[in-house]
């Protein structure tokens, strides 16, 4: 609604560590024993296992982009009860994508040690029951936006799901290192879920907010997997840092970001916004592609982790600029 926050909170991109079988027994022994010594604590640890699964900082990122998509469609605030269960209902959908992509990707998390803690390659959490889980959610998400918001935005909603699961994770993330360029649509959809809540239906600024995502996502998730090239690799996962090495992976980050910037220029004109956007538009764009730049000139794990971590707040920043436009406009 992609992927989504440093090395902890960001879609699931990361010398590997392989846990050997001895240790994983040893370690849900000692789990065990702890658990029949104080009960509390596997039921505190379930909680916080299944809700990790959700991947809650991907989830938040979704949000940033969801809300602000709302204020623009309303030209102003929207009813905070449309704003809070359009939330709710876009966590539900976000969630069961999150953890299903967990359970068809335990094998790969289990060999990167950016992921190996995870509950499902840590073992503190079964695979079937992570799979019901994610159905649980994804089945309550559509429930919900069809009951309390509109079934548009639950299709959506759903149909992002599908496209994370089934093109994504199954189709593209182990086979294509376009995987992530492609796969990212489905992380663009969430706006689209915002606008549809307050209009009932997807118009062309929706549309331009959708492509803003989607050409935002390469340069972000690039910019990570070029510090976990050595994980990605182990797991054989073909990222482009991967197959074509950190220097071209560096060149089609600086592409991508002007292509990004561009079209958040467009949003001016698309969404009839004003100079609060236009302004903030432009200082940010410039900012992204400066440092695109200086990654091209010195391809470096700091420097991408940099560019990784700066494209968060990138993303946060516009659409907060976004939304305030809107309101004041609105307001005027």
């Not at 102003?76 to 009860?81: I, K, R, T």
């Not at 699961?165 to 992380?187: D, E, H, M, P, W």
């Not at 907060?320 to 309101?327: I, S």
Request: glycine share 6%; proline share 5%; net charge positive.
């Amino acid at each position: 609604m992609t992927r989504l926050k440093d090395s902890a909170g960001t879609a699931d991109p990361a010398g590997t560590v392989v846990v050997p079988a001895n240790t994983d027994a040893t370690a849900d022994a000692t789990a065990d024993a702890t658990a029949d010594a104080n009960p509390g604590v596997r039921t505190r640890g379930s909680i916080a296992a299944y809700l990790a699964l959700t991947k809650p900082r991907i989830i938040e990122l979704l949000l940033v982009t969801t809300v602000p998509a709302m204020f623009l469609a309303e030209r102003g605030v929207p009813s905070p009860w449309l704003v809070l269960v359009t939330m709710i209902g876009g966590t539900l959908s976000a969630a069961s994508a999150n953890t299903i992509n967990c359970y068809l990707d335990r094998d790969i998390d289990q060999r990167m040690r950016r992921t190996s803690r995870r509950p499902l390659p840590a073992h503190r959490v079964a695979p079937e029951r992570a799979l019901v889980f994610g159905l649980v959610l994804g089945v309550a998400g559509f429930a919900w936006l069809t009951l309390l918001v509109n079934l548009l935005s639950a299709v959506l909603a759903t149909s992002a799901i599908l496209f994370y699961v089934f093109v994504y994770t199954i189709g593209l993330k182990r086979r294509s290192t376009q995987n992530i360029v492609i796969g990212g649509a489905a992380g663009a959809v969430p706006v689209l879920v915002g606008w549809a809540a307050v209009t009932g239906k997807v118009e062309i600024p929706a549309l331009v907010l959708f492509a803003i995502i989607f050409y935002w996502t390469p340069p972000h998730f690039w910019a990570l997997s070029m510090r976990y090239t050595e994980d990605y690799r182990a797991a054989g996962v073909p990222m482009l840092p991967v197959v074509r090495g950190r220097q071209e992976t560096s060149h089609q980050i600086l592409y991508y970001t002007v292509l990004l910037v561009a079209v958040t220029l467009l949003m001016f004109p698309a969404g009839r916004l004003g100079w609060i956007y236009l302004a903030s538009a432009v200082a940010l764009g410039a900012v992204f592609i400066w440092r695109s730049a200086q990654l091209w000139r010195d391809a470096t794990s700091a420097r991408a982790y940099g560019l990784f971590r700066f494209s968060n707040q990138y993303l946060t920043l516009l659409f907060a600029a976004m939304a305030l436009d809107a309101v004041v406009r609105g307001a005027s």
